[in-house]
């Protein structure tokens, strides 16, 4: 039977997180939800200095020495903790979905029933422990937190599951005992770690249903900055910020007037899903973000080049189209773009 890559093929991803809410209170208050306050957005304008590298040959020398002379005017959003708060609190909920097996759009019948058996050939080998606790790492060590995460003197992090209309908790953590350069587990942090992603493995197989949600305390410091999502403005499909406008935009979640600083679950997900480990031939690589080319924008590096034959199409053309398993760690990294999910068609 011949089996085509089919031009319609997408896959709803599988670890769906919602934004995470940012408020304000004493690290000893950890445990008394009603004493915290949200993380209100405000606006601040400033007189800055022209510090950007300016194009050689731009401008006449008379010309550059005015233009550098100018003080750089911006209005800024910005958010912070108030002086009677020294901790941040950021809270989301976590679905682990099932069904990996079964895209949700695919155009090629028999494509559809081998990926199939793909799948149930990669559980019945693997199953879902090795991913699962890497998931349930980069939650106890706060890695979503991102630049909130760095100097911050503590950082708990508290996993429940939610079910039935009641919370439960599962593993709580202290996210700096753990290193972000790797997946090794602090020895006290075991047991709850190993809960935490049976759990997760539990909901991608579809034993369970797995709603968790996820509290970190992070004590920075009465009246620190913290960070939440920064928003990009587009217009006519670029990238924009206007002269005489505002100059940086945080996300925040409710009425634009009295929004809650937050990050955007995308970059929650990016941070759930920094597990790929795989994708050089030396061992220790930090992990990053799964993504079918191992894109690191931020470094603007690509790990997984297709001249390379480690891309997630072609593991997986070689995979369904020529029965060419991968290796173990590839496999790993082909089912966790999957879990990632995606549009992967031909189309």
Known sequence: MTIKNPSVLAFE???????????????????????WEPV????????????????????????LDAAIDKPNLQTVDVASLPMSADTLCVRFTLRVLPGLGVPSACNEATYREKLGKVVTGYLDEHGFGELARRYAVNLANGRFLWRNRVGAEDVSVQVSRLQGGESHEVGRFD???????????????????????????????????????????VRVGEGQEVFPSQE??????????ERGKKSKFLYAVGPKEDGVGALHSQKVGNALRSVDTWYGEAAGNPPIAVEPYGSVTTEGRAYRQPKEKRDFYTLLDGWMLKDKVP??????????????GGVFGEG
């Open 40 to 63: 209100r957005l405000r606006e601040k304008a400033v007189r800055g200095t022209i510090s950007n590298r300016l194009k050689a040959g731009a401008q006449d020398p008379a010309k």
């Open 13 to 35: 991803r599988k670890l769906d997180p919602s934004d995470a809410v940012f408020s304000a209170g004493r690290w000893d208050d950890r445990g008394n939800s009603h004493r």
């Open 232 to 241: 990009l403005i587009i217009k006519d499909g670029k990238v924009v910020k």
């Open 327 to 340: 290796a173990s760690d590839q496999q790993h990294y082909v089912m966790a773009v999957l879990i990632r």
């Open 175 to 217: 996210a700096l005992a753990f290193s972000l350069g790797n997946f090794e587990v602090p020895p006290d942090s075991q047991d709850s770690l190993d809960a935490v992603a049976t759990l997760i493995e539990a909901g991608l197989a579809g034993r369970e249903h797995v709603l968790l949600q996820i509290t970190a305390h």
